[in-house]
Every structure is written in C-alpha cells, then in structure tokens.
C-alpha cells in the first residue's frame, strides 16, 4: 500500500507536553495531507490542537482515541519534537497480515547513535521494544489495544499488546524520524533507566511471545556485555540495573 492509497484515511495523533514544536509538527503533517490531532499540555489556538493537562504519553493517547474519524483506517503515532522522511515507505508494509509497522530512529549526535546500532539489528529478528515517535496501526488493531495503561514505555505496551494477540509487526528501516536525544553518559543512563522500567511496566500488563519475556527476565544477566561499549555502556548497564531495581521494589512512577 502506499500513503496516497490511504489519503485522509490515515489518522495521525501527536502527544505533546507542551506549545514546542507544535507549529513545525503541524505544518509536516497537513504537507502530508493526512488527518491529525495534537493532544498538548499547553493551550495552543488551533483547531486541531486540544488541551489535556499533562499525565503522560499514555494518556494522551487515550484520550486522542475519541478524536479518530470513522473512515479513518490506518491509525499512527507520532512525536512532537520528530521530523518525519519517507513517510510513503512505512505503509508498503501495512496489508492482510502486518497490522503494525514501527520505524526506525536517526540521531545525529550522542551516546544513541551507538545504541541504535545495537538495539535495530536485534529488531528485526524480535520485537523486544518499539519506537513510539512513529508507530503506524490498523484502526482495529489500535482499538483492541485500548486503553493503554499508565506505563512510561507506550510504545512498547501497544507492540506487546498487538503481539499478545497474534498481530504481526514489522519494524520498517526505510521509513523513519529524525530527532535530538541524550549528549552525554548521565544523561544517558537517566534515559535508559525511564526507558528500560517503562518496558517491564509494560510487560507486566501484556503477555508478548515467549522469547521477548525471557529476554526481559536475563536482561540483567547479560547486560554487563555492554560495558564494552565503554562509557555508554556504562551508562547503559547503570540505567538498566536501577530500573530492574525498582520494578522489583514496585516503584513505577508513570508520569515524565
């Protein structure tokens, strides 16, 4: 399929926690001639902006839902603070059997440029986590994993949930977003703790394949492997260790 086969038929829904790149985001996507909402934690005066005091990307998303169009049937997410190449590409793969397509992410800069060298490889033989900056869905596959949950890893809460359910995925390289992310191993460790507890609050809310849940379960086990990866590394196993911590401790705060 291609994005003109799909036209207005594709409804995208941007979370925002604030007024930044709001401006930018929607003048990207109406160059795209698609439908969309952005849900912002600050009041912007445009029609296709709506208030909704921050509480999180997952809620966001949830309350997005009710703004969907009937005749929408591709449904996609999208990060406010992202730019979007390719966008055509990802909806070759939406058909019968692939009911979610998540794209790759490129930064230019930062301990990430490494660890998406890592994290897409091991992606596109198991879906161990998502990019929720640009999620695509069939309409029905979106609504089935509603309501999403208070989890701080989204993104990877709807791949589980559409996996749970024997949806297929697929995670596109051709298309993708660009954005800013961590400049440095403290920031990188900070990120990678809110990434990594977010995934298992996910996990405990879904039931993915077997392989995933046991990747999760060894996840500290092998994950002193990366410290060969010197600082960010180092950074990454810190983030890795704390956030398995305190999701063994039951301290999983939701909102970022």
């Known amino acids: 399929m291609e994005i003109d086969d799909y036209g207005s038929d594709v409804f995208v829904i941007v979370p925002a926690r604030d007024g930044e790149n709001v401006g930018e985001k929607i003048e990207e996507l109406e160059n795209f001639g698609v439908s969309y909402v952005v849900v912002c934690g600050e009041k912007v005066d445009h029609p296709n902006v709506v208030y909704r005091s921050k509480c999180g990307k997952w809620d966001a998303i949830n309350y997005a839902s009710s703004f969907i169009p009937r005749k929408a049937r591709v449904v996609a997410l999208n990060d406010v603070d992202t730019k979007i190449c390719n966008f055509d590409k990802a909806f070759e793969y939406i058909d019968e059997e692939v009911g979610l397509v998540y794209c790759r992410v490129q930064v230019s800069k930062g301990p990430q440029l490494k ?45 589980f949930k559409a996996l749970e359910s024997g949806v297929k995925a697929h995670f596109c390289r051709k298309t993708y977003v660009t954005t800013e992310r961590t400049v440095d191993a403290a920031q990188e460790a900070k990120y990678k703790k809110r990434t990594t507890l977010g995934i298992y609050q996910a996990l405990d809310h879904t039931k993915p394949p077997l392989q995933i849940r046991i990747f999760y379960k060894t996840l500290p086990l ?5 410290r060969l990866a010197g600082e960010d590394g180092e950074a990454w196993v810190n983030g890795i260790n704390r956030a398995f911590a305190e999701h063994m401790t039951n301290k999983n705060p939701t909102k970022f």
């Open 222 to 226: 092998f994950a002193p492997l990366l």
């Open 115 to 159: 660890f998406y060298k890592i994290l897409d490889p091991i992606r596109q033989r198991l879906h161990i986590a998502a990019s929720g900056e640009l999620m695509l869905l069939k309409k029905e596959v979106f609504e089935h994993v509603l309501p999403v949950p208070p989890c701080m890893a989204e993104d990877s809460y709807i791949l």
